[in-house]
């Protein structure tokens, strides 16, 4: 077992993926190659991010690479509101999970530098 795959924040990105996966197959077709693909590919940067840092050696780049893993769960984030205001989207539960990542991805980050 690698060392990312036993960090809760790797795990709760893995179950975000799935959920946008999940409520993105449901969006019109015409979004297929649209907030669809870019919701996905925002997903699916999030944990590969995490593992990339954790393969790292040294705790500054493992650091480097959680804030990168944030900045596309904010990308996500906007991705989702966006979903909501066009009609695609009316449930929260993926906001939550945002939510929980986010809060998993700062103490880490917090717990690295300190």
């Not at 799935?18 to 919701?39: D, F, N, R, T, W």
């Not at 989207?89 to 980050?109: P, R, S, W």
């Amino acid at each position: 077992m690698r060392q990312h795959h036993k960090l809760l924040v790797w795990q709760e990105s893995i179950r975000l993926v799935k959920q946008v996966y999940e409520i993105s197959s449901h969006y019109p077709k015409e979004e297929l190659y649209g907030i669809a693909a870019q919701m996905r590919r925002a997903a699916v940067s999030i944990p590969s991010n995490i593992a990339e840092g954790a393969a790292r050696d040294s705790s500054t780049e493992f650091a480097r690479f959680l804030i990168i893993a944030r900045g596309s769960l904010s990308e996500l984030e906007t991705q989702i509101i966006i979903a909501q205001e066009l009609g695609y989207y009316h449930d929260n539960t993926v906001l939550g999970q945002i939510e929980k990542v986010f809060a998993l991805i700062g103490g880490l980050i917090r717990k690295i530098r300190s």
